[in-house]
Structure formats: structure tokens, C-alpha cells
């Protein structure tokens, strides 16, 4: 490859991996549409935690389990066909619960809750399309850089309550709708896949069983649902656990959650970069031991606002750094014609890791105590077991 050709190449991976992560960005926000506006629909429609914390985690469910079926199809199709087609679906979810949500509807909001997911599934699409543009060596970077569009998350928590505010329930949904259709017709536009991908054209089944058969496999899903799901289940349960523990309202919970989802984003390029120089598993491990940590700080309900800041930005940090370490490792470790299988049946792993945490706040609050230290201790005990299970089993060579 002459000087030439190698600039004109890295201009046009740079540009796709910018577009890669605009295009997470947008398609997280609006999966997280719920989560920011939890205390208004619990307020609105009397809602008790249980069925708060339900309503939270429905959209994950679908976030999570598509990815399985997405990261096989983006190894057949393509990252720039998946990109597309995933924005494009998920703009009636959005609307839908813009809808349920002017008529106060519980079941439409769990019903359209269910389907909002869909936007969830684009974390699949992005590593395998990420790692076909960069060598080995930079994937780590690259696959840090793309993860990076969970600021969708935190610009979700910032900017929702305060659109609803400014612009109405329903009108706020349709400029997210607006935003994901803009962002297909760029896509269709400017992106293009990596001269280095090639389809892989097996059929979808086997590809997942034989995804499903490899060690990288789930040792990375039981990594990636600790620091991964952590990251989902706080960005999206947080502007409830806000006001119930400090009576903040749904808009200054929503400004101190996008606080926490800005923290782990900055974080996850780092741990990326990270694993780049010295083993993934170093950083894991830094990961786990630090999330175990702040979850049993975060038990004691340190007081508003400079302590609860510190501990929640730290277990952000945290679990930021985590995820961009264990995906590191995946890209690493998966066979270069199994990236995108291995890779959805992972981040379902993560997605799971985080639909679970919020039903189990709900359920475990203590509200004689006010408090959720349960669920927390439970976060705590699970980040150690993937912290010994880490330093005794998974090798640095990997």
C-alpha cells in the first residue's frame, strides 16, 4: 500500500468510525427514553417500584437478545446495511412510546417499551464493522472510540426531561424519530464497509452454534454482563434510585445520571487504548475490583451531593473502563469470521446483565430503611466473582 492509498484509508476509517459512533449515540438515546422520564410515569400513573422498575428494564430485554441474531447479520450484510436498517426500525418504537406515554398507558409503555429495544441491538453492529477497518493492534482503540456512543445514554438522561419540558412528551419523541431517520440517509450516503470485510454467507443457526461452542465466548459474556450490564442498569435505573434516596426531581436526576453515562463513556476508549499496551485481562481486573469497591461505598448512602457524585462517577469510571477492556479481549481472542457472532452473543451478555439489576432494586428496596443496599452488595459480590474467576482461569497471553 503506497503513501497515497494508506492516507486515503485512514481518512475514510476515521470518518466511518466517527459516523459508527454517532450512529450508536443517536440509536442509545432513544433506547433509553424510558429511563430519564421513569419518575414522571411513576409519578403520573402511581406506579410502586416494582412496577417502575419493570417498566425501566423492559426495553433492555429486546436490546439485548436481538444483538444475538444482529451480530450474525452484520457478519452477512454488512455494518453500513445493519446501521441502516436498525435506525430506520427503531423510529415507530419511538414513537410509539411517545404515544403511550401522552394516554398514561402502562401496558402501551410496557407493550412499545418492549419494541424500543430494537435501537439497543446497534452495539452489535458496531464492533465487527469497527474491527474490519483497523489492524489488530488498534482495535482496541477502535472498539473503544465506537463503544463511546453510549453518551447516547447520558445525553438521554440530560436532554429528555428538559425536551419534555420545553416541547411536550410527544414532540420530544418525534425529534428523536427525525434524528434517527437523518441519521440512516447519512449513513446511506457517506458509510461505507472496510475493503477487508468479507461476508460470511453460513447460515445463521450454525454460525451462533458454532459462535456458542468457544471458549472466548462465554468467558466474555460473563465478563462483559458485570461491567457492561452495570453501566446499563445504572444509566437507566439511576434517575429513579436519585429520587427516591435524595429527593432530587426527575430533572436534576436526569442531569446527575448523564454525569454517570458521560464518566463510563469517557472511560470505555481509555480501557480500549488500554488493552492496546498491556494485556485486556489487567484492565478487567482493574475494572472488577474497582466496580466491587464503589458498589459497597454506594451501600452506605454516602450524602448528597459530593459524596453520592464522587462514588457513582467512580463506579462509572469503573465500569467505563471494563467494558472497553473486555471487548478489547473479544476482538482479540474471536475468530476474524466470527467477530460479529461472538460479538452479539456477548453484548446480549452484557444487555441481560443489565435487565436484571433495576427488577432486582425494585424488588429489594428497603422502604421502612430507604435504602437498596441489597442490590448494591449483590453487584458488589458479583464483580468479585468475575474478579477470581478472572485472575485464576483467563491467561494475560490471550
Same mark, same amino acid.
Given at each position: 500500500m503506497n503513501s497515497t492509498t494508506s492516507e486515503l484509508h485512514n481518512g475514510s476509517r476515521t470518518i466511518n468510525l466517527a459516523l459508527a459512533t454517532w450512529v450508536s449515540a443517536i440509536n442509545f438515546w432513544a433506547w433509553n427514553m424510558i429511563g430519564p422520564l421513569s419518575t414522571t410515569y411513576a409519578s403520573a400513573l402511581s406506579l410502586s417500584s416494582a412496577k417502575t422498575s419493570i417498566l425501566v428494564a423492559m426495553p433492555i430485554l429486546v436490546g439485548s437478545l436481538g444483538r444475538i441474531v444482529v451480530g450474525s447479520l452484520?457478519?452477512?450484510?454488512?455494518?453500513?446495511?445493519?446501521? &441502516?436498517?436498525?435506525?430506520?426500525?427503531?423510529?415507530? =418504537?419511538? $414513537?410509539?412510546?411517545?404515544?403511550?406515554?401522552k394516554a398514561e398507558s402502562y401496558p402501551l409503555l410496557l407493550v412499545f417499551g418492549f419494541f424500543l429495544g430494537i435501537a439497543g441491538t446497534i452495539f452489535a453492529v458496531g464492533i465487527p464493522f469497527a474491527n474490519s477497518w483497523y489492524e489488530p493492534a488498534r482495535r482496541g482503540f477502535a472498539t473503544g472510540v465506537f463503544g463511546a456512543g453510549m453518551v447516547g445514554t447520558a445525553l438521554s438522561a440530560f436532554f429528555t426531561p428538559r425536551f419534555v419540558g420545553w416541547f411536550g412528551l410527544l414532540t420530544t419523541h418525534?425529534?428523536?424519530?427525525?434524528?434517527?431517520?437523518?441519521?440512516?440517509?447519512?449513513?446511506?450516503? &457517506?458509510?461505507?464497509?472496510?475493503?477487508?470485510?468479507? =461476508?460470511? $454467507?453460513?447460515?445463521?443457526?450454525p454460525k451462533l452454534r458454532a459462535a456458542a461452542k468457544l471458549r472466548v465466548t462465554w468467558e466474555m459474556s460473563l465478563l462483559y454482563a458485570v461491567v457492561f450490564g452495570g453501566f446499563v442498569a445504572f444509566s437507566t435505573y439511576l434517575p429513579t434510585y436519585i429520587k427516591v434516596i435524595y429527593g432530587f426531581s426527575a430533572v436534576d436526576a436526569g442531569t446527575r445520571t448523564a454525569a454517570f453515562a458521560l464518566a463510563a463513556v469517557l472511560a470505555r476508549p481509555v480501557g480500549g487504548a488500554?488493552?492496546?499496551?498491556?494485556?485486556?485481562?489487567?484492565?478487567?481486573?482493574?475494572?472488577?475490583?474497582?466496580t466491587a469497591l464503589m458498589a459497597v461505598v454506594a451501600s452506605f448512602k454516602p450524602p448528597a451531593d459530593i459524596g453520592s457524585a464522587i462514588t457513582f462517577i467512580g463506579l462509572a469510571l469503573f465500569l467505563g473502563v471494563g467494558t472497553g477492556g473486555v471487548f478489547a479481549w473479544v476482538a482479540r481472542r474471536s475468530p476474524a469470521s466470527s467477530v460479529g457472532s461472538v460479538t452479539g452473543i456477548v453484548a446480549a451478555a452484557g444487555g441481560l446483565g443489565g435487565y436484571f439489576p433495576p427488577l432486582i432494586m425494585g424488588a429489594t428496596y428497603n422502604e421502612s430503611a430507604n435504602n437498596y443496599t441489597f442490590g448494591?452488595?449483590?453487584?458488589?459480590?458479583?464483580?468479585?466473582?468475575?474478579?477470581?474467576?478472572t485472575a485464576l482461569k483467563l491467561s494475560a497471553q490471550e
Open positions: 452484520t457478519d452477512r450484510f454488512g455494518g453500513r446495511a445493519m446501521f &441502516i436498517a436498525i435506525s430506520l426500525a427503531s423510529i415507530a =418504537p419511538v $414513537l410509539a412510546v411517545g404515544i403511550a406515554g418525534v425529534v428523536i424519530a427525525v434524528a434517527l431517520a437523518v441519521t440512516a440517509a447519512v449513513c446511506f450516503a &457517506i458509510m461505507r464497509n472496510s475493503p477487508e470485510f468479507t =461476508p460470511n $454467507l453460513d447460515p445463521v443457526v488500554l488493552s492496546d499496551r498491556i494485556s485486556p485481562k489487567y484492565v478487567v481486573l482493574f475494572s472488577l475490583g474497582g448494591l452488595l449483590l453487584l458488589a459480590a458479583t464483580a468479585l466473582v468475575g474478579l477470581i474467576y
